[in-house]
């Protein structure tokens, strides 16, 4: 190992205790030199250490007043979404979450949907809006996901997605009757919650799909490409039809066995924006 790579490999060791304490919100990181020198390391790394998506990760209990204060710190086309503003008050309510907000922000692939989502899985429990809660769970980890497949999130990913999963999507689970109905308990299947991965094999596998997608022109190289097609893959919940077809195209002694599971012409459009038409009646159930 090189001279510098050893002195950053300690450093990082070193280091490493505050940026846990940061992710447990036990403090914030200010000290204006150590964050430039993980920025040095690991271009990006201070916008996610000043993001207020900590606001929400060390108050996991907030009220719904901390709650729709960190939401209007949000940039002003996300707020449209979350917020009707009265014109002639110039006051701010709240929307109901609907299905295709929640949509709308995971598809953003960004620090900003995360955060709000978390945001809104705090405020279905405090307003017992059941199908959004479990919505907001599953959007999260998708979302998560996709954002840790890349740096600088990824050097940070296993404390972030503990943290995530212990306060948040865990939580309440199984569902405490003061969450749930009629149809909670006759329909239990539709109200599972994701179940943790080891975080650096599953974020391997995305890496994995999104070369044999490049490989095959599915999509480009840029990163809003790749995030891009994760998310379809995700929101469909067919990302193993999707790489199994890719992989049986890939690889020659596996498609003169078997037809591949998904023609590529069909993977292509998925991808390109007409995905909706190959979406199950019922997707939205709020």
Known sequence: MKQDDQSNADWWEKSSGRLYKNSN?????????FINKIEDLLPGT?????????????????????????????????????????????NYQRIKIKSITVDYLSKRNNLDALACLLMMIREAEITKQIDAYISCKWRVHHLFCRLATFQPLKSMANIIYDLIFDHFIYKNDPLPKSLSNVIVENRPHI????????????????????????????????????LEFLFWIDFEFQRKDIFHALLSISLPHLSAKETPLMPLTEIKERISGNSRKYLPSGKYFF
């Open 191 to 226: 109200y599972q919650i994701p179940q943790k991965y080891p975080i650096p094999k599953f974020l391997n596998e995305n890496l994995e799909i999104i070369s044999l997608a490049i490989e095959h022109h599915v999509i480009g190289d840029s990163l809003e490409e790749k």
């Open 25 to 33: 919100g036990k403090t914030k990181v200010r000290d204006v030199k």
């Open 46 to 90: 201070k916008k996610i250490l000043s993001h207020p998506v900590w606001n929400i990760l060390s108050n996991p209990e907030a009220s719904l007043f901390e709650l729709y204060s960190y939401m209007r710190a949000f940039p002003i086309d996300m707020q449209t979404k979350l917020f009707k503003v009265e014109k002639e008050t110039n």
